[in-house]
């Protein structure tokens, strides 16, 4: 499975941003999928998932304000990120899970893009 994540860059504070994860060598549709996220000096951490079925989860820092989604059809996952702060100044990397669900650590990872929110 390759993952390839796109859509980072040079935003303010305030603004959106789309990231995008195409998959190829799996459907989507039989894995769970999410984002992570490492900023510079810190440890990568969990930011969403989206189950086989459409359920979400998401970290405490970006709820309400991030929302992850799928298109199975496209082997495409997003994350819309709104309201953007300079703490989600990051590496994003899009990950799958060889389950149904979330559990665990992702089996395939993408190669990141870069987040930067300026202040």
């Known amino acids: 499975v390759q993952l390839q994540a796109s859509g980072g860059g040079l935003v303010q504070a305030g603004d959106s941003l789309r990231l995008s994860c195409a998959a190829s060598?799996?459907?989507?549709?039989?894995?769970?999928t999410g984002w992570f996220r490492q900023a510079p000096g810190k440890e990568r951490e969990f930011v969403a998932a989206?189950?086989?079925?459409?359920?979400?989860n998401y970290a405490d820092s970006v709820k309400d304000r991030f929302t992850i989604s799928r298109v199975n059809a496209k082997n495409t996952l997003y994350l819309q990120m709104n309201s953007l702060k300079p703490e989600d100044t990051a590496l994003y990397y899009c990950?799958?899970?060889?389950?149904?669900?979330?559990?665990?650590?992702?089996?395939?990872w993408g190669q990141g893009t870069l987040v930067t929110v300026s202040s």
């Open positions: 060598g799996r459907t989507f549709g039989n894995s769970a």
């Open positions: 989206i189950n086989y079925s459409g359920s979400t």
């Open positions: 990950a799958a899970w060889a389950g149904l669900y979330y559990s665990g650590s992702p089996r395939w």
